[in-house]
């Protein structure tokens, strides 16, 4: 018997508000359900069933396969020029944008703690999500005008982000910042919210205000900036009023002003707004902490915000958005743990409402160079590009984050998202454009350690890998098909070896490294042979050699290790034993599991050494990677 009853509560209880959904006869009995997916009371959920390890910074998931991590800016303290011109070291809250042709990437600065100044707003750009401009200052530290005094209580000025960038209806490009006392910026500490217009040659409009906070005295009278509709440029001023008007953009404002004027006709919102457009035209708003909403009338009201309870996470931002291929995704830290904030995973949806396949993004953590407070470790606050901000050419999602809370970096995903490959691999490199995107490889590309396609002088292109930093590694993953029985060969090439070493890994789909093949600063290989590493023979500089591995999972699993035809391990023990491998790593350094989560996060400690300065240049060149494998 499949009943559908609707029960409305007595009248006693009726200041509760609240509708109970009865679903079928069980057992003589009644089945009680309190939300039905897709609906106010669980507008999102993920049916993927798979959650994270909490030991590994990959935390056992799936790589979304062709995934590209870049560093857009490194910071650095003693060596300014190199990083931001101001050797600060808190770099968080970045936001992103595509207009006239290129990317614009904002984020917050600190010295060197998160709330505390002084904090400014920097602004850097790329035509090709590769290569970055040096940061701009748009918003500078607040400077109070002459004779109005610091709040009572309050240790300073900074700004807090929210929101980045807006594009208008008629064209024009603002970009804004919020303002607030410190430490806490928020509500009747704020100040009010800036903006000013970004031109199509690059240079920058007055700064305004847009906003005061609701909750305060401020005006146009004791602040530092003007108000926005004294500009003599009607174009912007009619662009402002645009945002002002657009409850979605501006609902992302809610937490640093909760409107005391009525400004917001929404005012349950939670942390960190972001939303995007289900197929049916409702608005699925998204917040920290798993809370989501609904709105049917584009953000001008939305459902109470309820946790989806199948969503694992805590205080760092979640992004959801419609991709280029119809399909949605949403990416978070699927860890409940608001310290350790790893790995950034990505879920994906046919319909905005069921999610699945929770894949990584981003599954690197590197040491954190420099203590500040509240700086949590691995890749926080992601963002990507908000509905009516730009879209890029191609099909890719993008999305922007900072990492360690240092750092900035991008995140480049190929639409479809897909984990699986079906076919066997023949990478030449030679289809895939020089400097370009390496088709169907995961790459991660700090600023001095670039993964790249370059071209020989005899013509020949193939995969680089470089690195000159202490405290990080060049890394390229292949996915192939997933296989009991493997066949793995490649070419390599040690263009230059100083100080660092050339890791080559056989992983399964969790990340564990049943084959492991390690050549150090001395060009000498060595191969896994059960729990010990073996010294096979001491490559030359500058010469090609065919490496082929040929592995077998059954029992507890052994390889066979040849290099330049010669067979030079025979049937060696893996290092574990796993039921299937489907992916090859290389990698310009050791493998790293620190920080973990019980690494302590708010301990004081000195930069670490060398942090500023780079080691001689390590350079490894990948080509003819071919891959064969049989499930059985």
């Keep these: 018997m499949n009943t559908k009853i609707k029960i409305t509560r007595p009248n006693c209880f009726k200041r509760f508000k609240a509708v109970i959904l009865v679903v079928g006869v069980f057992f003589g009995g009644f089945q009680v359900v309190f939300g039905q997916t897709g609906s106010v009371y669980e507008p999102v959920r993920y049916v993927g069933g798979i959650h994270i390890d909490r030991f590994t910074h990959e935390g056992g998931l799936r790589y979304a396969i062709g995934v590209e991590n870049i560093q857009t800016m490194r910071a650095n303290r003693t060596h300014p020029e190199w990083s931001d011109g101001f050797g600060w070291t808190y770099n968080h809250a970045s936001n992103l944008a ?35 401009s040096f940061p701009q200052v748009i918003f500078p530290p607040y400077q109070a005008p002459e004779g109005v005094a610091l709040q009572e209580g309050a240790t300073g000025y900074m700004m807090h982000q929210r929101m980045g960038f807006y594009v ?18 928020f509500r009747e500490n704020g100040i009010g919210r800036v903006v000013r217009e970004i031109y199509k040659d690059g240079s920058f409009g007055p700064i305004y205000f847009i906003r005061y906070d609701s909750q305060t005295k401020w005006n146009e009278t004791n602040t530092s900036y003007p108000f926005y509709k004294t500009s003599k440029d009607k174009g912007f001023i009619k662009a402002c ?13 809610f ?38 909403a609904l709105s049917d009338d584009e953000g001008e009201t939305f459902s109470n915000p309820v946790k989806a309870k199948t969503l694992i996470m805590s205080g760092g931002k979640v992004w959801g958005q419609q991709t280029d291929d119809g399909k949605y995704a949403m990416s978070y830290n699927p860890i409940d ?11 994906t949806s046919d319909d905005g409402i069921v999610y699945d396949n929770l894949l990584l993004v981003q599954g690197e953590v590197p040491p954190r160079r420099f203590f500040g407070r509240w700086k ?45 490959v079906e076919e066997d691999i023949h990478d030449d490199f030679e289809n895939m454009k020089e400097g370009g995107h390496i088709i169907d490889w995961n790459t991660y590309s700090p600023k001095w350690a670039q993964v790249s396609l370059v071209k020989e002088n005899s013509g020949n292109q193939c995969l680089l890998l470089i690195d000159e930093d202490y405290y990080d590694y060049s890394r390229a993953i292949r996915v192939f098909k997933e296989g009991t029985q493997v066949s793995a060969s490649f070419k390599l090439k040690l263009e230059s070896v100083d100080t660092t070493q050339f890791d080559i890994d056989i992983t399964d789909r969790y990340g564990n490294r049943p084959v492991q093949i390690s050549i150090d600063k001395n060009g000498v290989l060595n191969a896994s042979k059960g729990s010990n590493m073996k010294s096979i023979l001491k490559l030359d500089l500058r010469k090609w050699y065919n490496i082929k591995i040929v592995m077998n999972t059954a029992g507890l699993g052994s390889y066979s290790l040849f290099v330049n035809e010669e067979q030079i391990l025979t049937e060696a023990s893996t290092v574990m034993a796993v039921k299937s491998v489907e992916r ?21 400690y000195p930069p670490l050494e060398n942090a500023d300065e780079k080691q001689n240049k390590s350079m490894y060149l990948i080509d003819d990677v071919f891959i064969s494998s049989e499930l059985e």
Excluded at 584 to 604: H, L, M, Q, W
């Design 98 to 132: 595509y207009w006239n042709g290129q990317f614009f990437q904002q984020y917050l600065s600190g010295e060197s703690d998160e709330h505390v100044p002084p904090v400014q707003t920097l602004l850097i750009t790329s035509k090709n999500g590769k290569e970055w």
């Design 168 to 185: 208008a209806p008629n064209g024009r490009f603002l970009t804004l910042a919020f303002y607030g006392h410190s430490e806490n910026p």
């Design 241 to 253: 009023e645009a945002l002002l008007s657009n409850k979605l953009q501006t609902l992302q404002w």
């Design 255 to 292: 937490e640093e002003d909760n409107g005391d004027d009525g400004f917001y006709s929404f005012n349950k919102g939670e942390q960190a707004f972001s939303w995007y457009h289900r197929k049916d035209g409702k608005v699925v708003g998204l917040w920290k902490k798993s809370y989501v």
């Design 337 to 347: 743990q608001t310290q350790y904030r790893f790995p950034m995973a990505l879920a």
């Design 376 to 420: 949590d470790f691995g890749p926080c606050y992601m963002r990507g590009i908000t509905e009516g901000n730009g879209n890029p050419p191609g099909d890719d999602m993008w999305m922007t984050y900072s990492m360690n809370k240092e750092d900035i970096w991008m995140s480049r995903i190929p639409v479809p998202v897909k984990y699986v």
């Design 584 to 604: 090859i790593s290389f990698r310009t350094g050791a493998y790293r599991d620190i920080p973990n989560r019980e690494t302590p996060n708010e301990v004081k």
